[in-house]
Each structure stands twice: as C-alpha cells, then as structure tokens.
C-alpha cells in the first residue's frame, strides 16, 4: 500500500524575532525567502524559506495571547508543528477519524499560501503537533 504522507511540506518553528530570523537565515545563511504574510486568524506573522522540497516556516506571534506566544513563553523557540503533504486531505481526515484519531480541524481550512491544510489533535499524536496540507509529491 502506497504511504499517505508524500512528504514532509514545512517545519512550523516558532520564534519571538522574525527581522532577526531573517538576518540569520536570509543573509547569513542564504535561504531564500519565498512568502511573508499575517494569518489573523491564527494570530501568526509567518516567513517561509526554500530548503529544497520542504519549506521552513517561521512563526511569530502578533499577539500576546496568540498560540505562539504561549508555545514560546512554554517552551522557547523551536518546531512547533510538522505539516506532511498529503494528496487528498478530505479523504485522509475521514479516514484517521473513522480510525480513532482526534482532529482538531474535521474540515480543511486555507492556511499561509493559500493551501488546504489541517491540524490533527496531539492527543492522538504523542504531543506532537501534526499539519496536514494538500499537495502533490514532490511539490515544493
Ligand atoms: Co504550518
């Protein structure tokens, strides 16, 4: 059977400077950014840089009771969610929740980049924060 995960499409990693970020990454290190926007509804700046076919995906919060200020104020910068890509996500929703699997999202919703994503629950998932988005293989 074919794996439903055709890829890992960001790393979610929240930090408290984005200008910095981007001093680091940008200039230093030579990324390329690829987006910039404000998702008000997650109360999250995000700057996205290429790293070959996954993306990294910077998260800064715009708020003080945003979900990433309260990631950070707990944990620190550092990944905050893993976003694999997967073919079909309405498909694939119905099919972990018909197996058990808690979703936070039951219904796709359009996260950065305009795209099809959804966040399962991390009490089905060890903890971990875990995005699915739409996409074909190997699709940056
Ligand atoms: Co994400």
């Known amino acids: 059977m074919d794996s ?3 890829g890992i499409d960001h790393l979610g990693i929240a930090v408290p400077d984005l200008a910095e970020i981007r001093e680091v990454f940008e200039r230093r290190l030579g990324f390329e950014v690829t ?8 109360k999250v700046r995000v700057v996205k840089v290429a790293a070959g076919e996954s993306d990294l995906e910077f998260l800064e919060s715009t708020d003080a009771d945003g979900p990433i200020a ?8 550092g990944i905050h969610h893993v976003a ?3 073919r079909d996500l309405e498909r694939t929703l119905g099919e972990l929740e018909a197996s058990g699997v808690r979703l936070i999202d039951r219904e796709p ?5 305009g795209k099809k994503i959804a966040f399962l629950h991390p009490k089905s998932t060890g903890g971990i924060l875990v995005e699915l988005c ?5 699709e940056e």
């Open 4 to 6: 439903r995960y055709l």
């Open 35 to 42: 987006g910039e926007e404000v998702v008000p509804e997650q």
């Open 70 to 77: 309260k990631f950070l104020a707990k944990r620190g910068p």
């Open 84 to 86: 694999l890509r997967v």
């Open 109 to 113: 919703r359009v996260g950065a980049g």
């Open 134 to 138: 739409e996409g074909e293989d190997g």
